[in-house]
């Protein structure tokens, strides 16, 4: 095997741990917000009505599940990225009494952003989507 091969094997597994963390990560955020009323609390302190933490706690299941599907993975990464734009937006014009600061968001955006690009390649060759 080529030194090109190895590499290639190296970052492929570096992107499958980073897709796993990410998994785990915006899905048991996600799981979070259906248990208990923290979540919910938080949400009306910043100005939402209850049922949009459930919306948002779904939609983030369901978009770190996708991620696992290497098709689907960019169009995940996108949504998500978008809900945590909304946070970010969010922590920023409201009072930080939630101790949320804005560290998590922009990790998290950072590390979608990665798989976003990571996952997106092929779809910008001529002929089509892969």
């Given at each position: 095997?080529?030194?090109?091969?190895r590499?290639?094997?190296?970052?492929?597994?570096?992107?499958?741990?980073?897709?796993?963390?990410?998994?785990l990560?915006?899905?048991?955020a996600?799981?979070?917000?259906?248990?208990?009323?923290?979540?919910?609390?938080?949400?009306?302190?910043?100005?939402?009505p209850?049922?949009?933490?459930?919306?948002?706690?779904?939609?983030?299941?369901?978009?770190?599940?996708?991620l696992?599907?290497?098709?689907a993975?960019?169009?995940?990464?996108?949504?998500?990225?978008?809900?945590?734009?909304?946070?970010?937006?969010?922590?920023?014009?409201?009072?930080?009494?939630?101790?949320?600061?804005?560290?998590?968001?922009?990790?998290?955006?950072?590390?979608?952003?990665?798989?976003l690009?990571?996952?997106?390649?092929?779809?910008?060759?001529?002929?089509?989507?892969?």
């Amino acid at each position: 095997m080529g030194a090109s091969a190895r590499m290639g094997r190296v970052l492929s597994g570096v992107l499958w741990v980073l897709t796993l963390f990410e998994t785990l990560t915006m899905g048991g955020a996600g799981l979070a917000k259906f248990r208990g009323d923290t979540w919910v609390r938080m949400f009306e302190g910043w100005g939402y009505p209850a049922t949009f933490t459930y919306v948002i706690g779904a939609a983030e299941i369901v978009g770190a599940l996708l991620l696992l599907a290497p098709r689907a993975t960019s169009w995940a990464a996108s949504g998500l990225i978008v809900i945590m734009l909304g946070a970010l937006g969010t922590l920023t014009t409201t009072d930080f009494a939630t101790g949320l600061g804005l560290r998590t968001p922009l990790v998290h955006l950072l590390l979608l952003a990665v798989l976003l690009r990571s996952r997106w390649p092929a779809r910008w060759r001529p002929g089509g989507i892969a």
